[in-house]
């Protein structure tokens, strides 16, 4: 299992980003993903969460209405566009998959500051 995301980097508050996160190694379209973030000092959390094909759609309080996620099986890439972005979604963002054993790619820093 390979998961490799990009999309990171420095944004003012009110910006956005698209996160992206491509997989390999598995079989795709049949597995549920997510992406959880960690801040420094913080534990990792849950931040969406997506279903196989895509149907379901869950959230964190804190982005509900501000980030979406999306994934594009034919491409095997899940994203995560982050819109009225806060200094407080400042974190190392992951993505997730479950198959037997929980998968973490290397993550992507996002860093929202003026």
């Known amino acids: 299992v390979q998961l490799v995301e990009s999309g990171g980097g420095l944004v003012q508050p009110g910006g956005s980003l698209r996160l992206s996160c491509a997989a390999s190694g598995f079989t795709f379209s049949t597995y549920a993903m997510r992406w959880d973030r960690q801040a420094t000092g913080k534990e990792r959390e849950l931040v969406a969460y997506?279903?196989?094909?895509?149907?379901?759609?869950d959230y964190a309080d804190s982005v509900k209405g501000r980030f979406t996620i999306s994934r594009d099986n034919a491409k095997n890439t899940v994203y995560l566009q982050m819109n009225s972005l806060k200094p407080e979604d400042t974190a190392m963002y992951y993505c997730h998959v479950l198959r037997t054993y929980n998968y973490w790619g290397q993550g992507t820093q996002v860093t929202v500051s003026s």
């Open positions: 997506i279903s196989l094909d895509g149907d379901y759609t």
